[in-house]
């Protein structure tokens, strides 16, 4: 597959939840899908990363007690090593198109609390939903 178009909308509408849709040594990406409340548990990364709205809104909340709401069109450009929370805030489903340099199983998913790496935890919780 050199080049492929997809309409990242459409897809979390029809899968209803966080999809992998490109993963190489260099760079991979992922369509998020959060239910209107849904929300994660603060956390960050080991790499640098870019999330982009695609449909709907969301509510990033910070150690410090800060928060920003991001809405269609938007992106946040997140340093690694930075920690956050993604909410769905909207009345409907939020859908979020994210993208990381490296391939995806070197990434870290650092919990706040512990600082320890959560990944696993986190993929199961996925598979299971």
């Known amino acids: 597959m050199s080049i492929e178009i997809v309409d990242l909308v459409e897809m979390g509408h029809q899968e209803k939840k966080r999809k992998n849709i490109f ?3 260099r760079f991979h990406a992922w369509m998020h899908y959060y239910k209107p409340g849904q929300k994660d548990a603060m956390h960050c990364h080991n790499a640098d990363q870019t999330f982009v709205v695609l449909d709907g809104e969301c509510t990033m909340s910070f150690p410090d007690g800060g928060k920003i709401r991001l809405t269609r069109g ?4 997140i340093t690694g090593g ?3 929370t993604l909410e769905n805030t909207g009345d409907g489903p939020m859908i979020m198109m994210g993208n990381r340099s490296g391939p995806a199983d070197k990434i870290q998913i650092i919990d706040y609390v512990t600082r320890k790496d959560i990944r696993q935890k ?3 919780e996925v598979a299971a939903s």
């Open 23 to 25: 993963d190489t040594p």
């Open 74 to 77: 938007q992106a946040a450009l």
């Open 82 to 84: 930075s920690f956050y």
């Open 122 to 124: 986190v993929q199961q």
